[in-house]
Structures are given as C-alpha cells and as structure tokens.
C-alpha cells in the first residue's frame, strides 16, 4: 500500500495542467491486467484521469524520459519520482543532460514495489491485486483470493532499499524519509567469497540466458548516449553466438563499467531483464568497489558531484593490489 | 601428431613515452624476453578502453599486461592515474566474474627501466603460461 493515494496525484497533476505549468506529464499508464504498468506520457489531465495508474507495480523510473520529454514541452514537464529516482535525476543533471527549469517534479513517498516474477512464480492466473488490510490482496483464477503482507513480494531492489529520501523535487506530497542503511551489498560479499571457479559457473549460469534485447541498455537512466557501442554491428556483442561465452560477459562487463561511478543503483536492468539475471549484483560490484578503494560515494545523491571514474588522487590502490586485498574480503 | 610445447600468446599495451621506449631499451641492451610478448604501441596507458583488453582476449590472447609511465610521470601530466582507477575497478570485475586474476596485470615501466620491462615479460609469460589457455575468455567464433 502506498501512503499517497491515485486521486491526490491526479488532483495534483489537474492543478497544474490548469493553471498552466506544464504541459506534459510523465506518469505509469495502466495496461491490461494491474501488474501491466508502463512508462506513458500525458498531454492533458483528462489523458492522466483515464489512463493513469499508481500502484504497487509502478516502478518505471521515469528520469531518463525527461532528456526528451524536456525538448518537446513549451512549458514545463511534470514527473512523478519516487526516492530512488530522484537519485538518476540528480545524475541526469550532474551530466547536463536535461535543463532543470524545464522540470516540474513531484516527489512521491514509495513503500517499496511488487515484483511481477514474484507474483507468477506464486500463483497461477493472476487476475488483479489492491492494497489491503495487512498488506496485498491477490485475485487467481486458480489459487484463489489470497492476502499477503507487501514484504513478500517486495523486488531485490526494494527489500534492500539505499534511501526513503528524495534528494530533488519541486514539491512533494506526502512525507520524506530517511537515507537507508541497507543491506544491498550482502550478496555481492557472499560472492566474493565463493572460489573463481564458482563464481564463474554462477555467472554462466546467469549470463547465459541473456537473450541481448539491450532492454537493460535501453531502460538505464544512466546509459543516455545517443550513440552506444553496442549498436555497431562490429562490437561482437550484437548478436548471440551458442558456441561461446565470450559475447555475454563482454556484453555485460562493458555495460556495467560505462555506468560505473554514474550507476544510482535503481535497479531498472533487474526489473526489466525478461531473463530475470540479476544486473544489479554487476553494478553493486562497481559501486562496492568504489566505495571501497575510492571512498563511499553515492551517484545522484548531490548534483554536480565528480565521479570517482574521473577523478584521481595519488595515492589510490594499484590495480593489482585491488583484486588481491580489497576486494575479496573487505 | 607432433606435440609443440604450449606457447601462451600475450598481448602488451605500452604507453609511447615510456614502456614503449623501456622496450626499445631492453632490446638495445640485449636482454631477452619471451616472443610471445605481441606490442601494441599506444599514445598514452589511458588510451586503453576496457573492451581493448576484452577483445584482445576474444581474439585469443592469453594474457594482456598494460604499460604506463610511472604515476606522477605521465607525458600527458593526469593519463595513468585514470588508468590506474579503471584497470583496478575493470580487474575487480574480471574476477568476480570468476576469471583468473593472473592473466591482467598493469605495471609501470620507464623510459629507463630496460631490465625492468624484459624481468616484468619473463615473468608474465611465465605466470601465464602455468595458467594454460585462456578458456573462460574465448570466442570460438574468433578461432583459427
């Protein structure tokens, strides 16, 4: 259940469509079933009373639509963030990728997202899901109407969840909360502590059922380069060669470094991945070894912050020493 | 079948002003090291993407050893010291990836460490060599 409710947003939204601040919105479109929602923008409050949705499976990040939302609006482009978005917000604008005066946005407090493989790897037929007393009340056509506490079905990126807080708005409804501390690097530990040879076999595991849609390049507030390596049909990473390994992991390695120090650590890849591979755990590395060996540093929690990737000091640790002490065990 | 003794194929990026010339100088002085050391001359050791070193693998390298000038020397004042973050964080990765640490390493070799550069190949071919082929890194699209 989430503290602020459809009608505030879109009363909210009305307002300002009405007196003129913006002239588009970026909001989640409802789709066929309630587990369905997309990425939509709204030209007229009218659009947003018909078509859009704020639920518990709204967990699009709708900062990387903004770069070309703000080039099309004459006014201004409201957009709804929920704290871990406004993290790639800030980013978006440490890279001067959008004009911040072009933005209207409304910070919504998130109670944390649905995670639709969750959902269908527990019940069959799901039909509809609503807020309920004591969490999420599920509809089947075969198991029936079952209500669960929201924890259940809460993603990897949400049960793990870096901050509460947002760091940029214009206006927020609801209450803020707090910077996190969260367990989300537990389980890159807990490979770091496995031998190579099962850490390997655990990322051929992984990295094999990657099917190269580039849903994860595409879906990345922090991958906005109008032209991308991987579209060259000579990167080798292009298409899906069955006889060897080397295509995915090079795939992987490169998307996960061109992010590195820039990564907010949203966790888009994972939701969209429609082979379910944890991306995230790649990112985390980065971020974890970042932390590590640089200082702790969190991408989009201040604008204009420098990059650890871009930046230096004389004494950093050499690239041998990084993989023999730091990172194995911290 | 004759049976040839494995000979790891090793690809070394050095920087122009000085492993390239740390090189120039180990040969001047007649100090060997192994031929399975292929050179590719770079302008700086931040020329160096990380797919470079991922492509090399693909194309059947054994192991890539990547040649600056020392921190704090770099002909281009800052080069090597984002070439010292990246290669930590790309290695890092490589091995969580679960591929074997030994077959990347950086080292700083200058203008004047001729015996530095052919100590540092010996010992890579070496290192390497014990490892055998590279298999967690191969495209057999890319095999001969």
């Known amino acids: 259940m989430q503290e602020i409710t459809?009608?505030?947003?879109?009363?909210?939204?009305?307002?300002?469509?009405?007196?003129?601040?913006?002239?588009?919105?970026?909001?989640?479109?409802?789709?066929?079933?309630?587990?369905?929602?997309?990425?939509?923008?709204?030209?007229?409050?009218e659009e947003l009373e018909n078509?859009?949705?704020?639920?518990?499976?709204?967990?699009?990040?709708?900062?990387?639509?903004?770069?070309?939302?703000?080039?099309?609006?004459?006014?201004?482009?409201?957009?709804?963030?929920?704290?871990?978005?406004?993290?790639?917000?800030?980013?978006?604008?440490?890279?001067?990728?959008?004009?911040?005066?072009?933005?209207?946005?409304?910070g919504v407090p998130c109670a944390g997202m649905a995670d639709v493989k969750l959902l269908r790897d527990r019940f069959d037929g799901v039909t509809s899901v609503e807020g309920a007393e004591g969490g999420?009340?599920?509809?089947?056509?075969?198991?029936?109407?079952?209500?669960?506490?929201q924890a259940e079905l809460l993603p990897d990126r949400c049960r793990?969840?870096?901050?509460?807080?947002?760091?940029?708005?214009?206006?927020?409804?609801?209450?803020?909360?707090?910077?996190?501390?969260?367990?989300?690097?537990?389980?890159v530990e807990q490979l770091e502590r496995m031998t190579p040879d099962e850490r390997f076999a655990f990322w051929q595991n992984e990295l094999s059922r990657c099917i190269r849609c580039n849903a994860c390049r595409d879906v990345c507030p922090a991958c906005t380069c109008e032209k991308c390596?991987?579209?060259n049909p000579a990167s080798g990473a292009a298409n899906k060669a069955p006889s060897s390994s080397f295509e995915e992991?090079?795939?992987?390695?490169?998307?996960?470094?061109?992010?590195?120090?820039?990564?907010?650590d949203c966790g888009e890849c994972s939701r969209v991945c429609p082979q379910h591979i944890p991306l995230h755990l790649l990112n985390r590395k980065f971020i974890r070894d970042i932390d590590r060996f640089y200082g702790e540093y969190q991408a989009g929690?201040?604008?204009?912050?420098?990059?650890?990737?871009?930046?230096?000091?004389?004494?950093?640790?050499?690239?041998?020493?990084?993989?023999?002490g730091g990172a194995r065990h911290a | 079948m004759q049976v040839t003794e494995y000979k790891p194929l090793i690809v070394a990026f050095c920087c122009n002003w000085c492993s390239y010339a740390g090189a120039d100088l180990a040969g001047n002085n007649r100090l060997s090291y192994p031929a399975d050391v292929k050179i590719i001359r770079v302008p700086c050791s931040c020329r160096v993407n990380p797919m470079f070193i991922l492509r090399a693998f693909q194309r059947g390298a054994d192991g890539v050893i990547l040649c600056g000038c020392h921190p704090g020397d770099c002909h281009y004042t800052t080069?090597?010291?984002?070439?010292?973050?990246?290669?930590?964080?790309?290695?890092?990765?490589?091995?969580?990836?679960?591929?074997?640490?030994?077959?990347?390493?950086?080292?700083?070799?200058?203008?004047?460490?001729?015996?530095?550069?052919?100590?540092?190949?010996?010992?890579?071919?070496?290192?390497?060599?014990?490892?055998?082929?590279?298999?967690?890194?191969?495209?057999?699209r890319c095999k001969k």
């Open chain 1, 249 to 264: 992991q090079m795939f992987h390695i490169i998307r996960a470094f061109h992010v590195a120090g820039r990564c907010t």
């Open chain 1, 6 to 45: 459809r009608e505030a947003l879109l009363s909210r939204a009305a307002e300002l469509f009405r007196d003129g601040t913006v002239d588009r919105a970026l909001g989640w479109r409802a789709g066929e079933f309630d587990y369905d929602v997309t990425p939509g923008v709204f030209t007229s409050a």
């Open chain 1, 136 to 149: 999420v009340l599920v509809h089947t056509l075969y198991d029936g109407d079952v209500t669960l506490p």
């Open chain 1, 229 to 231: 390596v991987f579209d």
């Open chain 2, 79 to 140: 080069g090597n010291y984002y070439t010292r973050r990246r290669m930590a964080l790309l290695f890092s990765m490589l091995d969580y990836l679960g591929i074997e640490r030994e077959r990347t390493r950086v080292e700083w070799v200058s203008a004047a460490e001729g015996a530095k550069f052919a100590a540092t190949m010996n010992d890579f071919v070496a290192q390497v060599a014990a490892l055998g082929e590279n298999k967690r890194l191969e495209d057999l």
């Open chain 1, 51 to 106: 078509g859009f949705v704020w639920n518990d499976f709204c967990g699009a990040n709708f900062s990387k639509y903004l770069i070309r939302e703000t080039g099309l609006t004459e006014k201004k482009v409201l957009v709804f963030l929920k704290p871990c978005d406004t993290y790639s917000f800030n980013q978006l604008l440490t890279e001067h990728r959008f004009a911040r005066d072009k933005v209207y946005a409304v």
């Open chain 1, 160 to 187: 793990n969840c870096k901050s509460k807080k947002h760091v940029a708005y214009d206006e927020l409804l609801g209450s803020d909360g707090e910077v996190l501390d969260s367990h989300r690097f537990d389980e």
């Open chain 1, 301 to 324: 929690a201040e604008v204009g912050s420098r990059a650890p990737i871009v930046d230096y000091t004389e004494g950093d640790i050499e690239p041998g020493e990084a993989v023999e």
